[in-house]
Every structure is written in structure tokens, then in C-alpha cells.
């Protein structure tokens, strides 16, 4: 009978395809497996993926449109890859152990994320769409939970990035006081800078921070 299901469970914390390239002479990105230093790592854990993969599922080949549905365990909440480029590295291996002809099968996918300090590991579960369908709700909670807030990276500005051009002062408000949209001080007009075709004023003093 012809298969139409398989799950793939592998141990460790998953790693991203991107954190692990080098680039050669010629800039071409490569991934290397033997040089005996630490971006070998990506090589070895798609090794480690298509292996699992062949003895969980011995003798399964899925060839149809497939529905993905992927759950990623992190060690950590707050150092983890991004969850959207482990799926690349996911698929290659799961390709390379001859469960599916080609990632282009995944027609529907599934992320989700969650925690597990003590076993972190992803589970994906492939559904073969000849049997199976994607339904699938967002409904909203009865009780809000705290939500989980993200901040920016230490290498990029907090500040607002705004498009600036000096304006004459016919081209402002013609209101003696105008705002800061940066530090809502009221303002004169010839202490002004319009940004974003005159919709946007900052005070001198903010446009000099900003740039």
C-alpha cells in the first residue's frame, strides 16, 4: 500500500543553514564538512537529519504534494535561530535520506515554536494531500496570556529611520508653533526640518541625533 504519512523526530537543538557558510575566493558560499573547524557542524547535523529520517521510515518514499506540519523545541527563549531559515535546513536533509523526491513537494506548511530546555528537538509530520487536507482556525484566547515581546539586535539603530528633505518654510503648517514627531516639543518653523513630503516635522535638534 502506497504511503501517504511519515514523521521525523530528531534530538538537538536545530541549526540554520545560514550561520554555517563560507565564501570562497571567488565569493561563491559553500558549506564545508571536513575542515575540521566548526562549520562543519551544518553538514554533519543534515547527515545526522537524513539518517534519522531513513530509520524512522524504513522503505518509505513519499513522491506526492505534500502538507508539512513542523514543530521546533529550542533550548532557549532567547538564543535560538530563526525559525523560518531552519526549514531549509530541515528539508535538506530530509531530502537527502530519500523520504521525499524534493523539498518543492511541500505545498502547505506548519511552523511552530516552543521551549524544552531539558530535550530540545524539531518533529515534522508529513501528510501526502491525496489523503489528507489542511484545515485549520486562529481564534482568540478567553484569557490573555503575557505576551512574548522581542527587541531589536545590539547591531541595529533603535531609532526611526525617516527619509528626510529641508523644506522651506511656505511648504510647513502655517501655525506659528509646530510638534517634534521625535521628541513632541512644540517648535518654530524656521527650527524645523519636514520629512516624508512635509506629513512628518522634527525639531533640528532630533535631526541632528538621527543623522
Do not use: W
Not at 31 to 48: F, T, V, W
Not at 68 to 74: D, G, I, R, W
Not at 148 to 174: E, F, R
Amino acid at each position: 500500500m502506497l504511503k501517504t504519512y511519515a514523521k521525523v523526530m530528531v534530538k538537538g537543538s536545530p541549526l540554520s543553514k545560514s550561520n554555517f557558510k563560507l565564501f570562497n575566493v571567488n565569493g561563491r558560499a559553500i558549506l564545508p564538512y571536513n575542515s575540521g573547524k566548526y562549520h562543519d557542524r551544518y553538514a554533519l547535523y543534515e547527515e545526522e537529519i537524513a539518517y534519522e529520517a531513513r530509520c524512522q521510515n524504513p522503505g518509505v518514499v513519499l513522491s506526492e504534494a505534500l502538507i508539512a506540519v513542523l514543530k521546533v523545541y529550542y533550548k532557549s527563549k532567547k538564543r535560538h535561530p530563526d525559525t523560518n531559515n531552519i526549514t531549509k535546513s530541515i528539508f535538506d536533509g530530509i531530502e537527502k535520506s530519500g523520504l521525499i523526491v524534493n523539498d518543492a513537494q511541500v505545498r502547505r506548511l506548519i511552523i511552530e515554536e516552543f521551549y524544552d530546555e531539558i530535550n530540545p528537538r524539531f518533529e515534522l509530520e508529513l501528510f501526502g494531500e491525496s489523503t489528507y487536507f489542511m484545515d485549520y482556525r486562529i481564534l482568540k484566547r478567553e484569557t490573555i496570556e503575557e505576551p512574548i515581546q522581542y527587541s531589536l539586535p545590539p547591531n541595529k539603530s533603535k531609532s526611526p529611520k525617516i527619509h528626510t528633505t529641508y523644506a522651506p518654510s511656505n511648504d510647513l503648517p502655517q501655525n506659528d508653533k509646530l510638534h517634534c514627531e521625535i521628541c513632541g516639543k512644540k517648535i518654530k518653523k524656521e527650527n524645523s526640518i519636514s520629512a516624508n513630503k512635509g506629513k512628518t516635522i522634527i525639531c533640528k535638534e532630533c535631526f541632528s541625533k538621527l543623522f
